[in-house]
């Protein structure tokens, strides 16, 4: 039973190694719970690693976040004028987005389905509702919306980009190759320093903030300068 | 290509499949890095993890084997040393033999 419940929890795609190495090393039901728990967090961590391509997940985080933005604009301007409002639209970004990581995770590359990539976006909104409804930080007109807009991206990004285990794989090719490069190196972390600094440009008070943003931007001018 | 070098722990993983041959799966390979790890403790988890990274890398290849009954019915995965990771793990040890040279010659351990 507890075995069962240990397997349901373990991505498929490593189930069947890592249910038969923890059997292996266990006698007792405890330890083998035990040395499960311990082992479970690495073993999900490192699938969302490697079905998990972060060019893609950024242009899906992208995307979403524009959705609700634009929603957000036609169905209450106010929100983006509050300090508040532009975080609180990137909560049912991040719910999607960690919906959908894991639901790649876990899907069976054995089991092959055109329909995947559309059921985990599905999943990944269904869980936005479902949260949303629980704690409502958003008018659920514009969750209505910006979800549906998020959904007409995603899906077409996921066709473009499709996951990770539902691509053609090489014949003992190591795989980050598959993975999407960036063609200028540092964008990636480029664009994280950018929202870091607009986030917590955001969260200062007002007349703090000019400053900030212009020392953030002195600063970065400097490492620019001396990195070349 | 750009070929990245091994870490500390990758260099432990990669040795311990060398070490093993035809009998490098996930137990065996913890065991054999808690052996080479000595004092440290090393989770299984931490193990899958670095296998993981180093079959992206192309250091390592896979294959699930057939089932065996001691495991529940359950196949055990094997892993084989690749060209790539025998390159990392010989560059790990020419960088490793001269930190050595260097210490040693400074701190007089090794006669010139």
């Known amino acids: ?228 | 290509m750009k070929f990245e070098s091994a870490g500390q722990f990758e260099q432990l993983v990669l040795t311990a499949i060398l070490a093993l041959r035809d009998d490098a799966y996930g137990v065996s390979i913890h065991a054999k890095v808690a052996e080479l790890a000595k004092p440290r403790n090393v989770s299984l988890g931490a193990v899958y993890v670095t296998l993981d990274r180093l079959e992206d890398k192309g250091y390592v290849a896979s294959w699930l084997a057939d089932p065996t009954p001691e495991r529940g019915g359950r196949s055990k995965r094997f892993y084989r040393l690749e060209a790539l990771g025998e390159r990392a793990l010989r560059e790990s040890l020419q960088t490793a033999r001269r930190v050595w040279q260097e210490v040693g010659r400074v701190r007089g351990w090794l006669k010139t």
């Open chain 1, 1 to 228: 039973m507890i075995e069962k419940i240990i397997g349901i929890l373990i991505p498929p795609a490593c189930r069947e190694e890592v249910l038969g190495d923890l059997r292996e090393r266990n006698e007792g039901v405890q330890l083998f719970l035990y040395d499960a728990l311990r082992t479970l967090p690495f073993v999900i961590f490192s699938r969302v690693r490697r079905t998990t391509d972060p060019v893609v997940l950024l242009m899906q985080a992208f995307c979403c976040y524009v959705s609700f933005l634009t929603a957000a604009w036609f169905l209450d301007p106010k929100l983006i004028g509050d300090r508040q409002g532009l975080l609180r639209l990137g909560i049912p970004c991040a719910i999607a987005l960690v919906v959908l990581a894991l639901a790649d995770a876990y899907a069976d590359p054995r089991k092959k389905s055109p329909l995947r990539p559309f059921l985990a976006v599905a999943l990944a909104f269904a869980a936005v509702g479902i949260a949303l409804t629980i704690y409502p930080v958003l008018p659920g007109r514009l969750v209505g919306i910006g979800s549906g807009l998020s959904i007409a991206f995603l899906l077409v990004l996921r066709m473009m980009f499709p996951p990770f285990a539902d691509r053609p794989q090489q014949a003992q090719g190591p795989a980050f190759w598959q993975k999407q490069e960036i063609a200028a190196a540092g964008v990636l972390k480029l664009t994280a320093a950018v929202a870091a600094v607009l986030f917590g440009v955001s969260m200062l008070p007002e007349r703090m903030a000019a400053p900030a943003l212009l020392f953030a931007i002195l600063g970065g001018a400097v490492y620019w300068a001396t990195r070349r």
